[in-house]
């Protein structure tokens, strides 16, 4: 089962479409134009569309007789992140770039939206949801909490990313953990300031905060079962003016990843008690804010048998990773797998220019994987809903 030639024949629309969506990001909440883009699309193919759940959510109904519903899932949003590549379609908007190959999932999304609603060759009913604000601000989540699934009932629902490192033509997929639940911290750690050539008239934050940086990844080494994965990073460290003053206060700020709920639920406490231990022996104070933005993104055995297998006959079952090793990432459709069963999957994207990585200043979408995930979005539709 190869790629489907009908969508062959228009992927340089979807060209089109994609570097289109390229040159103009959004970022969280604000994607007004690609909303609009993307209606217009879904209105033009003859789908039903219904804007404005999160924002700037749409949602695209499909219709073909009795049979159950489901429910495709593509992020729109675009990085605050200043894009360094040359060609035409560049970002045109400074300091926002879609480096994560949004532009891609909405197009591949598109595409099979506008095969399905040509050929019909289901029964029941298809929800095209694209959703806002992947990138850390919990588009999924607000989407669910607006009535998503009230609103467009689906008996399951999958969703779809590119992945850089993998070949194109090739899937990864596993039932359970495939991203991981993703935590932000910030810590004030507070001293008594003084001059920096007399450091024993205060309390240096610096020192302190250095010894709970380090102090944290006793958090991953020490504290959590050795076959549990954590991951707790931080990534800022704001303190100070000037050369010569200890300041007061010392800012840390960072994440905290893992796969499963009870390892989830024991960072924030430890955290805590290793900083304040630390701080309680230096004399210092610190406040802890801690955020559960996402949980983790736990596929469903049974969508995922049904996934892995539409992929394997699109191109050939030595082409698809069963078992791939789940990613420290973070991923929102883990809350649209909390209240529907379901499937997220990887489709290759090739090496990148230079090997680049998402969320990279040099990051490129595929435009050779599109007819390729417009495939395996209505075989999918085709295969459930037969």
């Known amino acids: 089962m190869p790629i489907i030639n009908r969508i062959a024949e228009f992927e340089n629309d979807m060209t089109t479409w994609r570097r289109d969506l390229h040159a103009h990001p959004e970022t969280a909440f604000e994607e007004e134009r690609t909303a609009a883009t993307v209606a217009a699309r879904l209105e033009e193919f003859g789908v039903e569309v219904h804007q404005g759940l999160a924002g700037t959510g749409v949602v695209g109904t499909l219709r073909n007789g009795d049979g159950p519903a489901i429910g495709l899932r593509a992020d729109m949003d675009a990085l605050h992140i200043h894009e360094k590549n040359d060609f035409a379609h560049k970002s045109t908007i400074e300091g926002k770039m879609h480096a994560c190959g949004h532009d891609g999932h909405t197009t591949m999304l598109l595409g099979a939206a506008r095969y399905l609603a040509e050929t019909r060759n289901f029964k029941g ?176 055995p049974a969508e995922t048998k049904i996934a892995a297998g539409v992929a394997a006959a699109i191109v050939g079952d030595d082409n698809v990773d069963r078992d791939p090793m789940p990613c420290m990432g973070a991923e929102d459709f883990s809350f649209m797998l909390q209240k529907r069963p379901g499937c997220y999957i990887w489709v290759g994207n090739g090496p990148g220019e230079g090997g680049c990585m998402l969320h990279n200043p040099h990051y490129e979408f595929n435009d050779e994987i599109l007819s390729l995930g417009a495939t395996y979005w209505a075989r999918l539709v085709e295969t459930v809903l037969e």
Not at 137 to 147: A, K, P, Q, S, Y
Not at 188 to 205: K, L, N, Q, W, Y
Not at 290 to 295: D, G, K, N
């Open 125 to 300: 009913t298809v929800h095209f949801i694209f959703q806002p604000a992947e990138e850390n601000e919990g588009g999924g989540r607000v989407m669910v909490e607006e009535g998503l699934f009230d609103k467009f009932p689906a008996a399951s629902v999958y969703g779809m990313h590119n992945w850089p490192g993998m070949d194109v033509g090739t899937f990864a997929v596993r039932p359970g953990p495939m991203m991981a639940a993703y935590d932000i911290f910030e810590m004030t750690v507070t001293g008594r300031g003084a001059h920096a050539g007399m450091p024993h008239t205060g309390i240096d934050p610096v020192v302190v905060a250095a010894e709970i940086v380090t102090a944290l990844q006793t958090i991953a080494s020490r504290i959590t079962h050795p076959l549990d994965s954590v991951v707790v990073s931080v990534t800022q460290v704001h303190g100070g003016d000037t050369w010569n003053v200890i300041p007061d206060d010392v800012i840390l700020r960072g994440t905290a990843r893992s796969f499963r709920g009870e390892v989830q639920d024991t960072i924030e406490p430890t955290i805590r008690r290793i900083a304040e231990g630390v701080c309680a022996a230096h004399g210092a104070s610190m406040t802890l804010d801690y955020e559960r933005r996402y949980p983790p993104t736990l596929n469903h």
